[in-house]
């Protein structure tokens, strides 16, 4: 199934407006030809270039951004 960028923004959106903050984490694949280059680039740079911004452009806040893209991560891979 292949979700437009907008409807997976909303089910963020939704998931955040259930409390589910510290629970959302971002990953993609880069081999999908969907977005396998972004701008010319390996497919990487969409969740940064592209994706993250557009999450902030829909009035998710910085704060729930950087639980998403730093903190979560970070405790997904702490390893203590």
């Given at each position: ?6 409807e ?10 259930l ?49 998403i ?12």
């Amino acid at each position: 199934i292949n979700y437009s960028e907008a409807e997976k923004i909303d089910a963020m959106k939704e998931q955040l407006a259930l409390g589910r903050v510290d629970h959302l984490l971002l990953g993609l694949d880069p081999t999908r030809p969907l977005i396998k280059t972004f701008n010319g680039r390996l497919g990487f740079e969409y969740l940064p270039g592209k994706f993250v911004k557009a999450l902030a452009a829909s009035g998710v806040s910085e704060e729930d951004i950087l639980k998403i893209t730093v903190k979560n991560p970070a405790k997904a891979w702490d390893m203590d």
